[in-house]
């Protein structure tokens, strides 16, 4: 793939919400009009988890039906297990690097120190773009 971003739940939350600084909005909405934007299936799980009104669900579910989903493929497992086993990290974070890795992946988050022992994974702070 490449040159593309893997949006955090906490991103695609907070981007909906209207709670981003305006630029990371600018930054994330030039993103999803050139169709480079990716959610691991991880992301889709959590996102779809959230409590929120009808509205807010449907709004959820409807970027994520615009999105370019990572499923759980057998790359993603392989990398998911080696970070596993060589770094201490959640699961969750982990499925989300190496759908991230495995794919070429920017990974746009608020949580980065969750990630920062990821040595290979290019990680920006949502709060932070430009």
Do not use: W
């Not at 793939?1 to 030039?30: C, H, K, Q, R, T």
């Not at 993603?76 to 974070?93: A, E, G, N, S």
């Amino acid at each position: 793939m490449g040159a593309g971003y893997l949006i955090d739940s906490n991103v695609v939350i907070e981007f909906l919400g209207g709670s981003l600084p305006s630029s990371s909005s600018m930054f994330i909405e030039n993103v999803i009009y050139q169709n480079l934007h990716y959610l691991s299936v991880i992301n889709k799980i959590e996102i779809l988890g959230f409590k929120g009104s009808t509205s807010e669900l449907n709004l959820l579910e409807e970027f994520i039906n615009e999105s370019n989903l990572i499923p759980l493929s057998e790359d993603v497992v392989r990398m998911t297990i080696l970070l596993r086993k060589t770094l201490r990290i959640k699961l969750p974070d982990a499925i989300i690097a190496a759908s991230a890795l495995s794919n070429d992946l920017i990974l746009l988050t608020r949580n980065t120190k969750d990630f920062k022992n990821v040595e290979a994974l290019v990680c920006l702070d949502s709060h932070k773009l430009k």
